[in-house]
Every structure is written in structure tokens, then in C-alpha cells.
């Protein structure tokens, strides 16, 4: 059925039951678990929308963005293998195309399976809003199963 399997997460209580959702169907599978959050970049010029900060303010926002973002996946992946997941993987990448990186560390890790959660934000607050579930879901070829 499926051999890797990727789930997003940004920590929140919808992505948390997805990674739940995505530990379950690991086990049920056999399939490896990889778990992925995006760390956001912050702007380094103002034509970027940056406020003025010196460059060691920034360095150490984006060590500590990072830092947190390991945490949240080392936390996915000890859960994981405590329930019994045979392999499972923290991923962090860093970039301010959160859809976009998704679907790449799909492609190149050859996950067969991406799971998602997704707010079901209709009519103007998801064009406001935007939803990167919705981007994964429309430009991915690999297949992805959204939890609500």
C-alpha cells in the first residue's frame, strides 16, 4: 500500500490530529514516517517588508524558528515511535513557500502518501488567508489525504 508516508505539521491542535491520524496509518501500512514543518524565513531588507533590526537579531529569530520547529517534528517522531513506527524522520526546512516545500521533500523522499490538515476556511477568509493545504492539494502529484 504505502511505503513512506509525509505528514505536515505546524503544531496546531488540527495538524496534531493528523499527525495522529498519519502515526495510525503508518502502523496499519508498515510505512515509514516522515514528519515535516516549514520554518518561516523572516525578511532581511526592507523591500522584503523588514522592519530595521540589525543582523544578529535576525540570526538569532531564525536559530530560535528553527530550534522550535525541530522540537515540534522530534516530538511527532518520538510519538511515532513509540507507538511502533518502524522508521520514522524529523524534517525541518526553511523557506517562506511553505506549500512549495512540502511537495518537494515529497517528491525527492519519495513519499507515497501526504497527509495534511486543513481548516476548511471557505470564501473570502481562505482568499484572504490563502491555505497551503489547498496549494499541496491542486500542485502535488503525489497523492494527499486532508484531514478536518
Keep these: 500500500m ?38 518561516h524565513l523572516e525578511p532581511s ?9 540589525n543582523q544578529r537579531e535576525s540570526e538569532e529569530a531564525r536559530h530560535r524558528a528553527v530550534a522550535a520547529a525541530q522540537k515540534l517534528v522530534d516530538a511527532v517522531k518520538g510519538a511515532a515511535q513509540a507507538k511502533g513506527v518502524r522508521n520514522a524522520e524529523a524534517v525541518v526546512t526553511r523557506s517562506n513557500l511553505v506549500a512549495e516545500s512540502i511537495i518537494e521533500v515529497a517528491k ?22 490563502g491555505s497551503e493545504t489547498l496549494h499541496v492539494l491542486t500542485h502535488s502529484h503525489t497523492p494527499v489525504l486532508v484531514l478536518r
Design 45 to 53: 531588507s526592507h523591500f522584503d517588508g523588514a522592519t530595521v533590526r
Design 108 to 129: 525527492t523522499r519519495d513519499c507515497d502518501l501526504i497527509v495534511m490538515a486543513s481548516h476548511g476556511r471557505r470564501g473570502l477568509t481562505r482568499l484572504l488567508m
Design 2 to 39: 504505502f511505503k513512506r508516508i509525509l505528514v505536515a505539521t505546524d503544531g496546531t491542535a488540527l495538524s496534531e490530529q493528523a499527525v495522529a491520524k498519519a502515526i495510525d496509518l503508518s502502523l496499519l501500512a508498515g510505512a515509514e514516517l516522515l514528519a515535516i514543518t516549514v520554518a
